[in-house]
């Protein structure tokens, strides 16, 4: 029977990674942060909108009565 036996110095040197590309993954992670900041601020907009409008609906004296004027011109 035969053992193998892996050694890292018969691998070759590991070469640590490339400014460029250290670069590139930061701004990668830039814009991945912005963007799920982005969608949680429209996800809150969202569910905002949507709670006003379940106050409104749930005949709230802040809502326009059936025999209000409406508030522009058709």
């Known amino acids: ?6 050694s890292s110095h018969l691998a070759g040197p590991v ?3 490339s400014r460029l590309s250290q670069v590139a993954t930061r701004v990668m ?7 799920a900041r982005s969608a949680a601020r429209e ?5 905002a909108l949507m709670s006003d409008l379940g106050r409104r609906q ?4 802040l809502f326009l009565d059936q025999s209000d004027d409406l508030p522009f011109k058709l």
């Open 29 to 35: 992670n830039a814009l991945i942060e912005s963007r």
């Open 58 to 61: 749930d005949h709230s004296p």
């Open 43 to 47: 996800l809150r907009r969202h569910e």
């Open 15 to 17: 070469t640590a990674p």
């Open 1 to 6: 029977m035969t053992a193998a036996v892996f």
